[in-house]
């Protein structure tokens, strides 16, 4: 449903937040049958353009991003909506949100036997190798399903799931139609009386979705209906936690993979063990070929079924979350590593408070491929192998007298993160935390997709202090200062996604009370060749928070980059100006 005024979908926004914070302060219309609750949030930007920094003229000056949702329930029933406005959408998302309407409209009926959804559902088949459907608003990332959804609890320890429609795309839906199964067994739940009482726990699930597409192309005889299907396993014993999973996609020829007809296939394995003061944690991960769409002309991440599980740290901290890793669609082998101990209290090095330290590690390389180009069809042929050479694999190029090309990937090493982290607490009053990193980073893989974009591999190495003085109960002030630093300070004029030469961040901010805040922010890159380009980018930023409520306003400089979240990015443009940003809750 889009609304094609304007100035209706500002006031029925306006009314929704109006309406919301009412029934908050009236503790909204709850009793023990019947309940309202929702949300709102106004993300707006006032731009200028900045040429020095590549910030973009916007002719609308300001735009923004609002949303809002209400939420009804009472007894096993349950009904919602989310209404959004993208006046225009902010710089950085894709242009096709402009627009406003209700997006996301469901109605839901649960019994002992029966959970039953009609209109838009999120849902995940495992751990999404296969099937996840959900909402990143910081990514505005929302692939859900427009359709049926059915969840049984049959048995005991019995899981079983069914979902059939199509996804949401923009403000409408996809071309492609999905359907799915799903079914999870409680081993210990399901044989009670025997197994009830056992330490370990055993949980066994597997997964069926299908997508079809209509054969519309000419050259090509395309699969309509493309399955995927898979199994996992989840073994728990006191501290120790070993899950696992395998996905197998038939051949499905798109845009992600130059219309080959290869299949596809993921393994995801997941072992850790904690016990007090220790815990370790191992994920490893194979992906070939596994793009999976409702449209297999959509690219970026348009229209995706499934979600591929990054192997790689997500950091807060600025410039170690500069260069961020995205998860590669068409193939890779990654694993990561992290070890967490608590020095004891009273130890030399623990204290009276103790002290935590983290080590991680993480690797993502691409997979070594052996393929044959049809030189009539122009379509590629390739095949992988399971022998894991991919992380000491080099270069290779052979021609053969037929014309064939037999190719090892290039530049197969794609990513490697590792940082070490110290969180040590002095005082009552005072606490800080150091870090160091060093980061391997292919640009011509990660951010433009092509072994031929003609990009120098990122290497840098990072160093953080973050100190934190609680004067009062609920008064503090925060420095935090960090460090990028690179060899290789060459410039390279056709891109703004990349970091040039060094970087200094330094931060100072102060919580007077528990309700308000300021900081004041500096990025400087102070090692950029170029000297017209050694820029500050200044912000200061205020907030409010009161309850579920808060305020925050910014002004300055931010640089280009780009933002992820578990593996799922977008480019964030260099801007300035001033943004404001406002979120409510009942």
Known sequence: MVFSNSAKKIVFCFVLFCFGYFMRSQNAVTDELNSIHGNFQLDGQYYEADSLIGAPKVPEKFLSNVFGNINYSKGKFSAGVRYEAYNNVRQGFLPSYKGQGIVNRYARYRTDLLDITIGNFYEQFGNGLMLRAYYEPGLLYDNSIDGARIISNPYKGVTLKGVIGKQRYFFSTGAGIVRGVDGEVNINELFDSLLGKKKTRVILGGSFVSKYQADQDNSLILPQNVACYGGRMNIIRGGFNFNTEYAYKINDPSADNNKSYKYGDALFSTISYATNGFSILFQGKRIDNMSY?????????????????????QHSYTLFALNPYATQLKGEIGFMGELQYKVKKGTLLGGKYGMEITVNYSQANGLKQYGVRDSTTNMTFYQTKWDFSEFNSKNKVISTPTGTVVTNNENLNYYHDFFIEVNKKFNKKFKATFM???????????????????????????????????????????????????????????????????????????????????????????????????????????????????????????????????????????????????????
């Open 293 to 313: 769409r409702s449209d297999r002309n959509e690219g970026l991440q348009n229209l995706l079924i499934n979600y591929l599980p990054a192997t790689t740290k």
């Open 436 to 586: 160091y990193g060093n980061q391997f980073y292919n640009r011509n893989i990660i951010q433009f997709n092509s072994v031929n974009a003609g990009f120098k591999n990122l290497r840098t190495d990072l160093a953080l202090i973050d100190l934190t003085y609680k004067y009062k109960s609920s008064s503090s002030i925060r420095l935090e200062m960090q460090g990028l630093f690179t060899p290789d300070q060459s410039v390279e004029t056709n891109s703004n996604l990349v970091a040039k030469g060094n970087w200094a961040t330094a931060l100072i901010e102060w919580w007077p009370n528990s309700n308000f805040f300021m900081a004041v922010y500096d990025q400087y890159n102070y090692g950029n060749p170029n000297d017209k380009l050694k820029i500050h980018y200044y912000l200061g930023t205020m907030g409010y928070n009161s309850g579920p409520h808060r305020i925050t306003v910014s002004y300055g400089k931010q640089s280009a980059g780009i933002f992820c979240v578990g593996g799922v990015c977008r480019v964030v443009p260099a801007s300035n100006g001033l943004t404001l940003s406002i979120t409510s809750s009942f």
